[in-house]
């Protein structure tokens, strides 16, 4: 994929949401996006047409972060009222409402069998939950971090997270071993390549750092950004040959994988740009504001 | 006027108009009119024939099947029993098996009620006279006189009352204060002070006084005759507007938001309600038109906690209330004035820290005891104490309570030198710790002109005698200066104009600068530092070389021109050792080169530790518990002592990733290509070491040592081989040995200086016949491995021994990396798993993949390699220390290296 392919055309605007937007999220497919925002709403949007489709509300202070199964058929959501719930897509309603963290949950995923949900939450721990039982209880808590866990990813075998004390954090259920890599810079945000094998951490030194999941090398530092104070989300393009995220001023960027030279990059948002999610198949990408806008990029 | 003072006579004449309608209705179902009625027509009444309720909390007046408690199959039967077995058994029945509950309270009268000694006004007793009165016909006919039944026992609070100078009927409210307001304001104080543990009780309460105050203040004609009759019922004062049912509780499920005024939801009840919670729920549920209301004029009475809080508030006319919608207001503080004489900035009478250095004497300066031996043993422990703090002593005291070596830890020989040299270590990591990073030229001279005299007039010491007995005292000055020289850059942003070596070229000049720059400054290297963007690889490289040398040269310069006695010595020792370290000019530019990369890359740091998946999060996964059937760890048990004395100071070797930048990884390429011919066995060696010390990061003393010993046996060996050659070269080799220990990887040290003598309990090993072993084993693949996990840990650490793979195959293994990184992550879990137990399963099972796994193994060498060049300097020591190994190893090696680069082409 040249430079050129970069969806850097405006498709559609997404307005509905009321304040920041925190989180804009392709579902498995591509085909629809959710996001969530200050508003207190989780919103189902198709970002291809420019449909809102539904609205999701019941969680009490802003939602930062939501997940649908690959099936469609469930949402996790958390946010600052240190809860976690999970919703049927199709009827709206909270199915389950799980409680334990001490403070604000700042990113939650399903895994793959969408049996679980594992949320990332300022009380420094993660905390997994069983979609299965009726149980509330979280399964485990994992409380080796030293500050806030801002971002969670999970593979088939462990669960990822990175955190503001510098460190991602690779918990391997398969061998039973936490592998943890200090960066030295506050993490912000984690996002796994395609294929799985590098992490990409945004730091808070407005760099992005590329993890060679296996050594724990640094493979590569992506710079020219400005992220010191927001999340932000960064990932990598559905090719994994580009590397994409946003910008405090508004701006997106784009950078080679491999060189992290700054291939393109062009103002989206009138403001911080928190959130930004690849189409797992195409060239298509929708960013999230606080200037409580979403926006689809295409090519 | 007692009931039984009166004497009745005669048949009392029922008078119509006097009997109430229910009192008819009663004498009608007595007489078994309305049994006549359908069911559904029927009311239940009770003997006073008024309709039974059924309790206000399950609903209201119609219960059971048409009022009876049955249901429509009949009566339920209280409890079933079989009638097969006792067919013709009369079942015993009583009474009680029919009446109500509330009807077998009145049959055993054991129901609660006010004692009459506490009703205080009489109400409870005069509506029970009144009752009776009903009942039973007085003889006076017409309406019987309130007074005439009021009970006779005076209540304690009536008593108490009258003599008070109250009389019946009259309200307790002073008489004067008549208006309207004043006694609704009477009421409301008496009722505040009520009204603290149950809202609605006292709201029923509150409603009572009110309702007496009010009747009083409408001026109605107080009698004392007909007290109670004017005592209107309070349902009928209040009549019920909302289609809730008789004490209804809206909080009754959730007492958190009695009192709060504001939505709760989503927001726990423990959360202060601040201003961002504001008027969001504002239409969703009005909670106070649930509260319990009165019909009252404009001022509400006492409602809500809200407003029971504004009564409190002074500046509230009389007659108005707080409006309920009021702009929000957050009290606001200025900030403290501050005097204008203050100064924003603390000076501290002396030094910071200074405690930490005044509160220990310094122990008197000893001469180190006559064996050199020991004296390099205790240096060495002195320092690790000094830089890992005494629980690191205190560990080692104890892992060599019977070595006699180790007799200075417990006091014995050579204490005093121990106590001197451990004292000097703290003083000298506490300074380097101290020392900030100059930032500009002239607080990096200052930092530079801190001597020991300095230091001493500072923490006002007694100044030590330059020129003691003692042979030491220039070696320890010696010592930390050419530490300094390590530790603290020398500062070359300020050149004279003679030092500037590319005057010639001014571009390259300033590229020096910048170099220089950041050479000392310590971090990442920006991306741009290798050169001129225009310059191509090679070039590049090549500049930096050139750069790296005359940066030593002017280092060495500088040094040279400071004046005083010891560090002319230094610079001497310096180059000596340069010397010693190295062969050749080139390579040691490169080392330097490697040094600075490896400072400027701390991160990313990898450590591995346990963790216990929970047996539900491996199902959900559907993967399998590792942990399955092993008993819990007791928690965090492996390593207190470990972990506080490694991670203390063994930041845990970082498994740095190799590149950064685009250019470094260029300019590193070409700079090794161009060295390459320079490289020799040495070096891998140097791997080795870099390679166990990832590998042995947590590990306890004791594996270590055992890995280890082999190795120091040699080094032990070779380093009395060489005194004994070179009697008149004792010292330099001392402080060349010092100066490892100082600077050098201290790991290392350790490993070498606890295993000098290995302690009697440990296994004699034959580590020499093992290691050949094993790289044969490495090479072939086919050799079975015998069980040993100090052998395999020796196998795998050779099998992490590549070779250095040829530059020009570097970039493109770097390109196919991403293919090979999936063979790599299983071949990763066997080689590192830091669980001994699980070591055996995954090593077994590396072991078979190992014959196809050369490329990942490739890769791992190579990072081991990149990570060892980006190691500080101290690598100089290893290398020199490694350089001095078995020869025979080292042919083995080279052996193996060059059969495995035989089978990778």
Known sequence: MSASDLPTKEANVLKGHEGAVLAARFNADGNYCLSCGKDRTIRLWNPHRGIHIKTYKSHGREVRDVHVTPDNSKLISCGGDRQVFYWDVSTGRVIRKFRGHESEVNAVKFNEYSSVAVSAGYDQSLRSWDCRSHSTEPIQIIDTFADSVMSVCLTKTEIIAGSVDGTVRTFDIRVGREISDNLGQPVNCISLSNDGNCILASCLDSTLRLLDRTMGELLQEYKGHTCRSFKLDCCLTNTDAHITGGSEDGYIYFWDLVDATVVSRFRAHASVVTSVSYHPKDSCMVTASVDSTIRVWKT | ????????????????????????????????????????????????????????????????????????????????????????????????????????????????????????????????????????????????????????????????????????????????????????????????????????????????????????????????????????????????????????????????????????????????????????????????????????????????????????????????????????????????????????????????????????????????????????????????????????????????????????????????????????????????????????????????????????????????????????????????????????????????????????????????????????????????????????????????????????????????????????????????????????????????????????????????????????????????????????????????????????EFIPVPRIGDKTGQNQNRSSGGLQSSAQGVRDGSADEEEDEVVVDVENVERPVDLYKAIFSDDSDEEAETSKVSKVEDPEKKVEVANATLNRLMAGDFLESLGKELGLEVPPDLPPYSHTNQNPSALEKETTGLNPRDGSSVKMKITEEDRKQGSPPPSEDRMDRRHSKRQRRYDSISDSYSSSSGDDSDRDRYSSKSKGRRKKGSSSRDKKSSSSRKHSRRRHHREDVSREYSSSRSSRRDKDRGESKREKRKRRD
């Open chain 2, 1 to 648: 006027m007692d009931e039984r003072d009166l004497v009745f006579y005669g048949t009392p004449i029922e008078r119509e108009e006097e009997l109430s309608s229910r009192k008819k209705k009663a004498v009608a179902e007595a007489s078994g009119q309305l049994r006549t009625l359908p069911t559904w027509k029927q009311e239940v009444r009770d003997e006073e024939g008024r309709r039974r309720f059924h309790g206000a909390f399950t609903g209201g007046y119609s219960a059971g099947y048409y009022n009876t408690v049955g249901s429509k199959e009949g009566w339920a039967p209280q409890t079933f029993t079989s009638s097969r077995k006792n067919r013709a058994e009369l079942k015993q029945q009583s009474i009680l098996n029919f009446l109500d509950d509330d009807e077998k309270a009145d049959l055993e009268g054991q129901s609660l009620a006010t004692s009459t000694q506490f009703d205080t006004f009489g109400f409870t007793a005069s509506e029970v006279a009144r009752k009776q009165a009903d009942k039973e016909p007085s003889a006076i006919p017409g309406p019987v006189p309130d007074e005439l039944v009021l009970p006779a026992a005076e209540s304690i609070g009536a008593k108490l009352l009258l003599k008070m100078g109250w009389r019946h009927g009259r309200s307790i409210k002073d008489s004067s204060t008549d208006s309207l307001y004043d006694a609704r304001r009477e009421a409301r104080k008496a009722f505040i002070a009520f009204s603290s543990s149950d809202d609605t009780k006292s709201n029923i309460d509150g409603d009572a006084n009110h309702v007496n105050d009010h009747s009083n203040s409408l001026e109605r004609p107080v009698n004392d005759d007909n007290l109670s009759s004017q005592y209107t019922p309070l349902n009928a004062l209040q009549p019920k507007q909302d289609l809730h049912g008789l004490g209804y509780d809206p909080y009754k499920h959730a007492p958190e938001f009695r009192g709060k005024a504001g939505p709760g939801f989503g927001i726990g009840a423990l959360e202060e309600y601040d201003i961002e919670d504001e008027d969001v729920y504002t239409t969703a549920y009005d909670f106070e038109d649930t509260v319990v209301q009165e019909v009252e004029d404009s001022s509400k009475p006492i409602t809500d906690h809200k407003h029971r809080l504004t009564w409190k508030e002074p500046g509230i006319l009389p007659g108005f209330k707080v409006a309920s919608i009021s702009d929000y207001q957050v009290e606001k503080f200025n900030a403290p004035e501050v005097p204008k004489d203050f100064v924003p900035r603390h000076k501290f009478a002396g030094p910071l820290k200074v405690e930490d250095k005044t509160a220990v004497p310094p122990p008197p300066d000893v001469p180190p005891p006559e064996d050199s031996n020991m004296k390099v043993l205790i240096e060495g422990v002195a320092t690790l104490v000094g830089r890992c703090g005494k629980l690191f002593e205190d560990l080692s005291r104890e892992k060599n309570q019977s070595n006699p070596s180790f007799g200075f830890l417990m006091g014995g020989n050579g204490h005093e030198y121990y106590e001197r040299k451990l004292w000097e270590a703290q003083q000298k990591y506490k300074d380097q710790k101290k020392l900030p990073l100059p930032s500009d030229g002239k607080s990096s001279q200052k930092t530079e002109k801190m001597n020991a005299e300095n230091r001493g007039k500072i923490l006002g010491e007694r100044p030590l005698e330059r020129s003691s007995s003692s042979l030491v005292s220039p070696d320890v000055n010696l010592q930390s200066n050419l530490s300094d020289t390590f530790m603290k850059p020398l500062q070359f942003s300020e050149l004279p104009e003679v030092s500037k070596p590319f005057k010639d070229n001014s571009a390259k000049q300033e590229r020096f600068q910048q170099f220089l720059k950041e050479k000392y400054k310590g971090g990442l290297r920006s991306g741009e530092s290798g050169g001129a963007s225009n310059m191509s690889e090679a070039v590049r490289a090549q500049e930096r070389l050139d750069f790296e040398l005359a940066a030593e040269a002017l280092e060495k310069a500088n040094r040279g021109q400071q004046s005083n006695l010891s560090a002319q010595q230094s610079m001497d020792f310096l180059t000596s050792a340069g010397m010693q370290f190295t062969s050749a000019g080139v390579e040691q530019s490169k080392d330097t080169l490697d040094k600075d990369f490896e400072m400027k890359k701390m991160y990313p740091k990898r450590e591995e530790n346990q963790w216990r998946p929970s047996p539900v999060l491996c199902k959900r996964f559907d993967l399998v518990d590792p942990y399955m059937g092993k008993l819990p760890p007791p928690p965090r048990m492996r390593g207190k002592i470990d972990s506080l004395v490694f991670k203390a």
